[in-house]
Nanobody
Framework: VQLQASGGGLVQAGASLKLSCVAS????????MAWFRQAPGKEREFIAS????????NYLDSVKGRFTISRDNAKNAVYLQMNSLKPEDTSTYYC???????????????????WGQGTLVTVSS
């Protein structure tokens, strides 16, 4: 599975951005998807994940209510709608994928073997 993320940019605090990630797989019907982010000098952290059948989503507590993960299997795409952005959201955002089982606790990088190249989001104060 090859992933291509896009949609990052420079915005002011309080603004919104929508990230997209398109997968090269023939179908995403059995592929679970996630978003991570990594700020300079910090470890990569889990943001959100969504199951292959779109039935379950999980979020980092600090983005609940502001970020929404969604997917469109017909377009082989997953999205991250980010609202009310804060300067601390400034990071490079990565999409990730895994096959097989999906569990809400799968928030570590080790559970996600496929990665996109990252898209930079910068939020100014």
């Amino acid at each position: 599975v090859q992933l291509q993320a896009s949609g990052g940019g420079l915005v002011q605090a309080g603004a919104s951005l929508k990230l997209s990630c398109v997968a090269s797989a023939r179908t995403l019907a059995n592929v679970h998807m996630a978003w991570f982010r990594q700020a300079p000098g910090k470890e990569r952290e889990f943001i959100a994940s969504i199951s292959s059948n779109n039935s379950t989503a999980n979020y980092l507590d600090s983005v609940k209510g502001r970020f929404t993960i969604s997917r469109d299997n017909a377009k082989n795409a997953v999205y991250l709608q980010m609202n009310s952005l804060k300067p601390e959201d400034t990071s490079t955002y990565y999409c990730a994928a895994r096959l097989g089982g999906y569990r809400s606790i799968y928030q570590g990088q080790k559970y996600w073997p496929y990665w996109g190249q990252g898209t930079l989001v910068t939020v100014s104060s």
